[in-house]
T-cell receptor, first 117, second 114 residues
Framework: EAQVTQNPRYLITVTGKKLTVTCSQNMNHEYMSWYRQDPGLGLRQIYYSMNVEVTDKGDVPEGYKVSRKEKRNFPLILESPSPNQTSLYFC????????????????FGAGSRLTVL | DQQVKQNSPSLSVQEGRISILNCDYTNSMFDYFLWYKKYPAEGPTFLISISSIKDKNEDGRFTVFLNKSAKHLSLHIVPSQPGDSAVYFCAAIGSGGSNYKLTFGKGTLLTVNP
């Protein structure tokens, strides 16, 4: 089944304790992206990757790191989490770069709910 | 600055009636628009899209209308069903250049009452 898989789905952690949210897709997609969803703010892009070893900042990159060493994986790293990073996180992928017209449909993972105390 | 605006946080309609969800955008470089639907505890899923060269796109019960001069698009669901109850996100993107991301609105919670 074609899908984007995120882990963990739920996590409660404490301020300053490094954590990684993994994201893996099995569709050989070039483009991958991380979003966070917050009440009243909708979906905001954190980082994106156009291909292996190519990453760039989205709208809200502060406090996050990413890497794209393999095409299928795009982990989100919080080096020193803070309470304002409590949020619902979504990883997404698409076959091509999103500016290629009809090919820019993103497939989303089920989400990872993170609470930082 | 919010480039994609969904000004109605919520909408409630009766089963069988029409649901109209609205979206406005400010960036004139946007030329492709999408609607995503999100159920609780799931990721958003693609619903329907429209290119700026069209003013209407239809897929079953779902129709998206685009008014470029007004920078406005709307999603019509006819007839509405209880299973359509979800959060609907409008998204936009500009082709060409270095625009590699979708810009999402804040979402509208649609409730379809039986």
């Amino acid at each position: 089944e074609a899908q984007v898989t995120q882990n963990p789905r739920y996590l409660i952690t404490v301020t300053g304790k490094k954590l990684t949210v993994t994201c893996s897709q099995n569709m050989n997609h070039e483009y991958m992206s991380w979003y966070r969803q917050d009440p009243g703010l909708g979906l905001r892009q954190i980082y994106y990757s156009m291909n292996v070893e190519v990453t760039d900042k989205g709208d809200v990159p502060e406090g996050y790191k990413v890497s794209r060493k393999e095409k299928r994986n795009f982990p989100l790293i919080l080096e020193s989490p803070s309470p304002n990073q409590t949020s619902l996180y979504f990883c997404a992928s698409s076959p091509f770069l999103p500016n290629r017209g009809n090919a820019n449909v993103l497939t989303f993972g089920a989400g990872s709910r993170l609470t930082v105390l | 600055d919010q480039q994609v605006k969904q000004n109605s946080p919520s909408l409630s309609v009766q089963e069988g009636r029409i649901s109209i969800l609205n979206c406005d955008y400010t960036n004139s470089m946007f030329d492709y628009f999408l609607w995503y639907k999100k159920y609780p505890a799931e990721g958003p899923t693609f619903l329907i899209s429209i290119s700026s060269i069209k003013d209407k796109n239809e897929d079953g019960r779902f129709t998206v209308f685009l008014n470029k001069s007004a920078k406005h698009l709307s999603l019509h669901i006819v007839p509405s069903q209880p299973g359509d109850s979800a959060v609907y996100f409008c998204a936009a993107i500009g082709s060409g250049g270095s625009n590699y991301k979708l810009t999402f609105g804040k979402g509208t919670l649609l409730t379809v009452n039986p």
